[in-house]
């Protein structure tokens, strides 16, 4: 309607209207009745039972007309409407019992169920709307046909009179009033979509809005929290980072120095020996400390080198099997996949006491990052910082981590980054078994 008369009235978008309003009118009518039958069964048959699940499809029949309502709502915007019930209120496992016990079940499940509620009270107003929507559309398209039905009428020898003082019986009297109907039809069709508009944003916003509002709301808490989390995690990176270089290179250093001004008063072997050994050790420990922060086996040889490189460094035997995809993947999902497999084994040589770990990658639509060990289980995120730290990471690429740890073992964590191949460079396949100890 924003784009003109002229473009509005050439195109669909009438007879959309007309269609969503009739569609919508029938569907609440239809629900209606089907409601008060299923309400008056229930009263009926409640001294034996039954009647109880008939009542309590009463708002379940709603939850139906609220899922053909959000699909017709594409009818005037098209894209994807979500359904409260599609996270909300997920079956899970498949229950035991017979097949009337899980339907039962179901039922009651989806009963119980918030947003089953939210609907069945849209369902009310929205059959009473219904016959408003009835009743314009057909009285629009009564409006607009009106007089070339009064033509054909007249042709037929009938008469048609407006009033009590008009009287046509000619075709000759009807043709000035056709050049009405243009004018009813563009008023018909401002009304159809007007109404259907109204119809729509008012399905939308008891149907998806509060769900939308509650998703935004707490993935805006998360992300706070998680930028927090990330906040401290940073600064106890940089504490630790500056503690290993005064307590460790620095140290050494001090003291090649000062080996260094013995053996050039003295001038003895032994002392160049020691501060050549000296300087060794400080290389070897600022090579460890920068391997640390970005190792250069993951940049120049991809991701299956460097998990390779971990597990051989590990205390706990582990095998990797590594089957990469068509390319790289992007850099910081790179990145963020070694460090989490990283963080993982070393959880797995602190806490579960395992014997063995495995390590699988797997690169299709998500790149899938497993870690397994053969230990005592129990893993908790709520005990520590580590596994939060891991998912918080994840989440910037958005990422996910799934943990299964039932107590007595085994644990699993599943890391699944997005998968988008942007670098040039082929990662061989790895599988093998390193191990160190």
Known sequence: MAA?????????????????????GVLGVGWFFLALALAVAGVLLLPVGVGVVALACVPVSAAGLAALERRRLRWLRPGAVPSPHESGDAEGPEPPGGPVRRVLRRLWRRTAAP??????????????????????????????????LALLLVGNGEQVMYGEHVVLTEPGQVAPWLLLTPVFAVLVSYLWAGLAGVRAAL?????????????????????????????????LERRRIERDLHDGAQQRLTGLIMT????????DPALV??????????????????????????????????????????????EVDVRPGAGRP????????????????????????????????????????????????????????????????????????????????????RMELPYRPGRAGEEHETTGNNRCG
Do not use: C
């Not at 998806?208 to 995690?233: K, Y």
């Not at 260094?260 to 001038?267: I, N």
């Open 203 to 235: 399905a939308r916003a008891v149907l998806v809005g509060p769900r939308r509002e509650r998703e935004l709301d707490a993935r805006l808490t998360e992300v706070t929290a998680s930028r927090a989390r990330l906040a401290d995690a940073f600064a």
């Open 260 to 267: 260094l001004g013995l053996a050039k008063l003295d001038a």
């Open 115 to 148: 947003a089953t509620w939210i609907e069945f009270g849209f369902a009310l107003p929205h059959a009473v709307l219904s016959l408003v929507d009835l009743f314009v559309a057909v009285a629009g398209i009564g409006l607009v046909v009106s007089q070339p």
């Open 4 to 24: 003109g008369p002229r473009a509005f009235l050439g195109s669909a978008w009438p007879l959309r209207a007309l269609g969503y309003l009739l569609a919508g």
């Open 330 to 413: 992007d850099e910081a999902v790179e990145a963020a996949a070694y460090f989490a497999v990283a963080e993982a084994l070393a959880n797995v040589a602190k806490h579960s006491g395992a014997s063995r770990a495995t390590v699988t990658v797997r690169a299709g639509s998500a790149l899938v990052v497993e870690v397994r060990d053969d230990g005592r289980g129990g893993a908790d995120p709520q005990r520590g910082t580590g596994l939060t730290g891991l998912a918080d990471r994840l989440a910037v690429h958005e990422g996910r981590l799934r943990l299964s740890s039932p107590a007595g073992g085994p644990t699993l964590l």
């Open 273 to 318: 020996a020691d501060a050549q050994d000296e300087a060794r050790a400080v290389l070897a420990e600022l090579r460890e400390l920068v391997h640390g922060m970005h190792p250069s086996v993951l940049t120049d040889r991809g991701l299956g080198a460097a998990i390779e490189a971990l597990a051989e460094r590990s205390p706990v035997p582990v």
